[in-house]
């Protein structure tokens, strides 16, 4: 079952601004027909030296065994440039299942969407805070409560710090259970004919 | 009520909104490509459904293609896959494919306005960002993931939330030298790569009403590069001259009535917007960008930011932007060394471009350790490049006219630049590894570009004319 529940788990701080689409996964990689198996070269020009899978480059944070986890840090303006889903493929085949920055693309957004990925947009101190909590401690827990639209970061010298996140209630509703928006356009298919005698069609 | 020219078209492509919901948007033409649509055709097969209106759809061949030797069969196996994937799946659709060795085979979004497919008033949708640049003739176009993709296909609709409205007024005569991609490279220099994100642009102003179509294609193909969902201008004389007699433009009556409609799609007096933005044309110079988004540019004659100019949270990306790029904060960027030369893509690649590089490097040799590609955005423009005898010109200056597709934009064909080497490109986006893995770009107008495969370096085309 793909609906969305509660995710706790540890996350992975990736601090960087304006990381687009190209970066997530390079375009030497959408040459596939189908959509498995992204997730081996996410990040990939970030990840290896000189495209060796033996050189993992030192620093880059998905090389730092301190971090892992199913939630994904981001840095302002993530997920710009090109529409390629595959981007957001590649982040959920890896084993995110939520991606949380301060402001993402837009195109990006809805393809994650549509990909049962969560994108939550929180404050920028809000994002800060759980930069620092995590980069200081790698254990440190996070918690995205889709139903509730809270994501609540466990402080673990002080209370847990929560922050309330935006999501249009058709979305939450599909992601909640499991719908996605094709089912939707489709239990439509006669209103849309309809639609389509109804107009001025000339020019189509 | 006053209403701006996207309200006038996006209400009359609602089918039906959802209570706090989006809306439900009927899609007149959606086009394809190789790349995004391989799944997208998969997922319809695995719901047993079939494409509802193929009539609508148009594909072509144009990311994964060469550009010499189109009339062998592609070498690199997995580009040759996708490409054979996508005729089958036109084939058993029944969609019309502009593929490989046909005569109307070019970069989606070439072919749309070449052919006279992309009109006034309609929506247009591709999983390809820069769907945008069909927008320049009064129409909400805007890219899509391979989902959504599917959605159209098998629906000709999508969900979607109507963006904020935003204005860009450009006002004034444009300086010498300065093309309109100097224009949008400059207003993204101010908004920067995020700044339009969650609107609809439209263009207006003298200046933009001065440009031709293909000047205007171009402004509205960058659009995304600032976050925009779309970019549009509203339609005039120049779109209709523009639009009359291709091959899939009305006729006859047709014509008159389609032309009748068009005249309404404007933005009337009054009509709101969520945030406007005014230009003066005397402030642009020609531009280039130093930095690996779109919105790191900066005037030819000006210098790179220095380090105290940054905001304290952005310099570390921007410090790792110039480490990648090999250049220093508060250095100059005329008179740097360039490798590659790159004229082409959905952003400049049209008969224009080529009309006017040609027309600069006529009698002019290239630099000698300099590469030049430039590559025509379809195989008309190829064609008509051919019959206006620019090949020739080029070839005496020492360039190559290669074949259509959409070639080092991307470099997903052979069509790479290698690392660590420099490539000024009249192309759209600069990010890391863009063109190959760690080349380094600079973006720029044909012009600029034209003057850097002159000189061997990054050039002030003014000094040069
Ligand atoms: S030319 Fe470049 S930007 Fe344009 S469609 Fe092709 S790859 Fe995309």
């Given at each position: 079952m793909r609906a969305f529940t509660t995710i706790a788990s540890t996350a992975v701080p990736l601090n960087a601004e304006n990381v687009d689409t190209d970066q997530i996964i390079p375009a030497r990689f959408l040459k596939a027909t189908s959509r498995d198996g992204f997730g081996k070269n996410l990040f990939r020009d970030?990840?290896?030296?000189?495209?060796?899978?033996?050189?993992?480059?030192?620093?880059?944070?998905?090389?730092?065994?301190?971090?892992?986890?199913?939630?994904?840090?981001?840095?302002?303006?993530?997920?710009?440039?090109?529409?390629r889903e595959h981007a957001a493929w590649a982040i959920k085949d890896y084993g995110f299942d939520v991606v949380v920055s301060s402001f993402f693309a837009d195109i990006f957004k809805n393809n994650a969407l549509n990909n049962f990925l969560l994108p939550v947009t929180v404050s920028e101190s809000f994002l800060n805070e759980l930069f620092k909590a995590v980069e200081s401690d790698p254990s440190t827990g996070v918690t995205v409560d889709l139903a509730a639209q809270t994501i609540t970061l466990d402080k673990k010298n002080g209370p847990a710090l929560s922050e309330k996140f935006d999501i249009n209630p058709y979305k939450k509703t599909c992601l909640l259970n499991g719908y996605d928006d094709i089912d939707y356009l489709l239990s439509m298919k006669d209103e849309i004919a309809e639609f389509e005698n109804n107009r001025i069609t000339s020019n189509i | 009520m006053p209403k701006t020219l996207f309200e006038k078209i996006w209400d009359t492509h609602v089918v039906r909104t959802i209570p706090d919901g989006p809306s439900i948007l009927y899609i007149d033409k959606h086009f394809i490509h190789e790349v995004t649509s391989p799944q997208a055709f998969k997922g319809l097969e695995q719901r047993g459904l079939t494409v509802f209106r193929p009539g609508q759809v148009i594909a072509t061949a144009d990311h994964n293609v060469p550009t010499l030797n189109q009339h062998l069969p592609i070498k690199e196996e997995l580009s040759r896959i996708q490409v054979d994937t996508l005729q089958k799946n036109c084939a058993k659709f029944g969609i019309e494919l502009y593929g490989l060795g046909h005569p109307f085979q070019g970069i989606v979004h070439v072919i749309g306005p070449e052919l006279g497919i992309t009109q006034p008033g309609m929506t247009i949708v591709c999983g390809d960002s820069h769907t945008s640049t069909h927008g320049a003739f009064g129409t909400i176009a805007f890219g899509i993931g391979t989902s959504e993709v599917e959605m159209a296909l098998a629906t000709q609709c999508l969900m979607q939330h109507k963006p904020k409205l935003m204005r860009i007024n450009v006002e004034g005569k444009l300086n010498k030298g300065v093309l309109s991609k100097d224009i949008i490279l400059y207003i993204i220099s101010k908004i920067s790569a995020s700044g339009a994100t969650g609107y609809a642009l439209e263009y207006a102003g003298s200046a933009i009403r001065s440009l031709s179509m293909e000047a205007r294609m171009t402004i509205c193909n960058m659009s995304i590069e600032m976050g925009a969902r779309c970019g549009m201008i509203a339609p005039d004389e120049t779109t209709f001259h523009y639009i009359k007699g291709r091959p899939f433009a009305p006729q006859g009556g047709d014509w008159d009535n389609a032309l009748a409609r068009w005249k309404t799609l404007f933005t009337d007096e009054g009509a709101w917007f969520d945030r406007e933005l005014n230009v003066e044309s005397s402030d642009i110079e020609p531009m280039i960008t130093y930095g690996t988004n779109p919105g790191m540019g900066i005037g030819i004659s000006g210098h790179i930011p220095g380090m105290q100019e940054i905001e304290e949270r952005e310099k570390s990306s921007f410090e790792k932007s110039l480490h990648y790029m090999g250049l220093e904060a508060g250095a100059g960027i005329k008179g740097k060394k360039v490798d590659y030369v790159f004229i082409g893509s959905c952003t400049n690649s049209r008969i224009e471009d080529l009309r006017m590089v040609a027309a600069f490097v006529k009698g002019k040799q290239k630099a000698a350790d300099v590469q030049v590609w430039i590559v025509p955005g379809s195989k008309q423009v190829e064609q008509q490049a051919r019959a206006e005898g620019i090949d020739k010109i080029f070839e005496d200056a020492g360039f190559l006219l290669r074949q259509p597709g959409c070639s080092a934009c991307l470099g997903m064909n052979e069509d790479k630049i290698p690392a660590g080497k420099y490539c000024i490109s009249t192309s759209n986006r600069n990010f890391e590894g863009r063109q190959g893995p760690n080349a380094r770009t600079f973006l720029a107008s044909p012009l600029t570009a034209a003057a850097a495969a002159i000189t061997g370096s990054v050039s002030d085309v003014r000094e040069l004319m």
């Open positions: 970030w990840r290896y030296e000189n495209d060796n899978e033996s050189r993992p480059r030192k620093g880059f944070v998905l090389n730092d065994p301190a971090f892992h986890g199913r939630i994904l840090l981001c840095a302002k303006n993530f997920g710009c440039g090109s529409s | -």
